[in-house]
Structure formats: structure tokens, C-alpha cells
């Protein structure tokens, strides 16, 4: 059974990315996904220093509810990234926790080691913004996807997909388009599925 890790980054608990994210896992199905939840917005996690411990160990020497889910980020086999847009990026807690990621990085490309045994692990990224666009027309969703082109090699994630929805400023507009939670649904169906083939 496919193991799947659900980040949910928002600080407000059901409105749109978390909605996209229930969706989502609806579609992964109780039969194909052991489904492990997380709220950064619930949990204690301090910003990285840049200290350069984990330089040497691979190993974040701050201790709080990182710990929590740093097995899970080894384990999942499938990572969902949810998060609405604040400033084109994800809010203050999830940046913290992605920041924390660089122990990640780290035991990578600097200390050679392979946490995850070259197991094909996939990340999915749902996301949502109030805004149609960015900046002088420009990608509303430029700056996040840039971080987790980051995010994903630190974490040896494929790219598998995303739903990006701009547009959505009210905490219930996802919820009348059934389209887009129907895509949510199909997505991960069908991540469920490659994951257990």
C-alpha cells in the first residue's frame, strides 16, 4: 500500500488548499494510500539558523515537532505539498518547515548519503491564490514552484504532478467548482495506482 505523506500548509483549517488536499486524498482511496496528515500550522517548528550542523551529520540539531515528521518524510512514499499563496510562497510556518528540509539537502550533496534506498518516491504539489496573476502579468505561482524544485531534490521526489488555482480569494471558492475538486480526485487516483503498481 502506497505510503503518503499530507502536508497541509495553511493556517486556516478548511479553506481551499485544505479542501483540494481532502479532495485529493478522496481520490487516493482508503484501499491504495496509508495516509499520514500534518498540519504545519499546528506544530511547533523554529526556523533553520544556518548553523551548519548538519553539515557534518546530516542531522538538524534544533529539537521540536520537526522531529515528529522527519521519519514520515523518509518513509512516504508520496509527499502532497498543500498550500494556499502568501507573497507568491507558502506561509511563514510551512517556509519554516521546507527551510528545515536543508538537513535533507545536505546529507545529499554534501555527505553522499541516500536516506530513501533509491526508492521512486513521488511529490505532488496543491496549491491556491487569490490573485489571477503575479507581478506585471507574470506566473502567480512563479515563486513557489521555483521552492519546490528545491524542496524535491532535497527529498529525492520525482515531480508528479500539481493543481495550481489562482483565483481563489474567498475561504469557500474552491468548494463550488466541482471541476477542479473532480481533477483533485483524479490526481490522486491516479498517483495512488503508479504507486502500487
Keep these: 500500500m502506497l505510503r503518503m505523506l499530507a502536508l497541509s500548509m495553511s493556517p486556516r483549517k478548511g479553506g481551499n488548499s485544505d479542501t483540494l488536499l481532502g479532495a485529493f486524498i478522496e481520490g487516493a482511496g482508503i484501499n491504495y494510500a496509508d495516509v499520514r496528515h500534518f498540519h504545519t500550522h499546528k506544530m511547533d517548528i523554529s526556523p533553520c539558523t544556518g548553523c551548519g ?4 551529520t546530516g542531522e538538524c540539531i534544533i529539537r521540536d515537532d520537526f522531529d515528529t515528521v522527519r521519519e514520515e518524510l523518509i518513509l512516504a512514499d508520496c509527499i502532497v505539498f498543500a498550500t494556499p499563496l502568501y507573497f507568491m510562497n507558502v506561509p511563514a510556518r ?3 518547515f521546507i527551510d528545515r528540509c536543508q538537513m535533507f539537502w545536505t546529507s545529499k550533496h554534501r555527505l553522499k548519503q541516500d536516506l530513501f534506498e533509491g526508492r521512486q518516491r513521488f511529490g505532488i504539489l496543491l496549491a491556491c491564490a487569490g490573485a489571477q496573476r503575479g507581478p ?7 515563486g513557489l514552484k521555483d521552492t519546490m524544485t528545491y524542496v524535491y531534490d532535497a527529498l529525492g521526489l520525482i515531480d508528479s504532478g500539481s493543481l495550481l488555482v489562482p483565483g481563489v480569494d474567498a475561504p469557500d471558492d474552491v468548494r463550488g467548482n466541482k471541476g477542479i475538486l473532480d481533477t483533485a480526485r483524479d490526481l490522486g487516483n491516479s498517483i495512488a495506482v503508479i504507486g502500487n503498481s
Excluded at 550542523?53 to 557534518?56: M, Q, V
Excluded at 506585471?136 to 512563479?142: A, H, I, K, Q
Design 53 to 56: 550542523a548538519c553539515e557534518s
Design 94 to 96: 510551512g517556509k519554516a
Design 136 to 142: 506585471r502579468g507574470s506566473d502567480v505561482f512563479r
